[in-house]
């Protein structure tokens, strides 16, 4: 069974760092691409970072360039979500996701083939 897994969520402070880990396994990601979305409460789920499983290129969101940093490990099927400078607007549920077709945005959910569960970081001020 394909499947992604999140884990690293939780309480911090404005200012504060937290890690995502989304574990991969099941299948072959060499050659997904694989992404970070959020969704706060009531509002619709929005892109965040992606990363190229092969090449390992980035985008990031406007709203969190600087801050937060995508990577991969391939040894460990595992892709991070470093997260620095955290501010309550970053509060939201997180989910990783995944997909293997050429895509026109790569910021629409709607490409994605694949998703997690989510995780939830709070950040309080």
């Known amino acids: 069974q394909v499947q992604l897994v999140e884990t690293g969520g939780g309480l911090v402070q404005a200012g504060g760092s937290l890690r995502l880990s989304c574990a991969a396994s099941?299948?072959?990601?060499?050659?997904?691409?694989m992404g970070w979305f959020r969704q706060a409460p009531g509002k619709e789920r929005v892109f965040v970072a992606r990363?190229?499983?092969?090449?390992?290129?980035?985008y990031y969101a406007d709203s969190v360039k600087g801050r937060f940093t995508i990577s991969r490990d391939s040894a460990k099927n595992t892709m991070y979500l470093q997260m620095n400078s955290l501010k309550p607007e970053d509060t939201a549920v997180y989910y990783c996701?995944?997909?293997?077709?050429?895509?026109?945005?790569?910021?629409?959910?709607?490409?994605?083939?694949?998703w997690g569960q989510g995780t939830q970081v709070t950040v309080s001020s």
């Open positions: 099941g299948g072959t990601f060499s050659t997904a691409g």
């Open positions: 990363i190229s499983w092969r090449s390992g290129i980035t």
């Open positions: 996701a995944a997909n293997w077709r050429p895509l026109v945005d790569i910021t629409k959910t709607y490409g994605y083939n694949l």
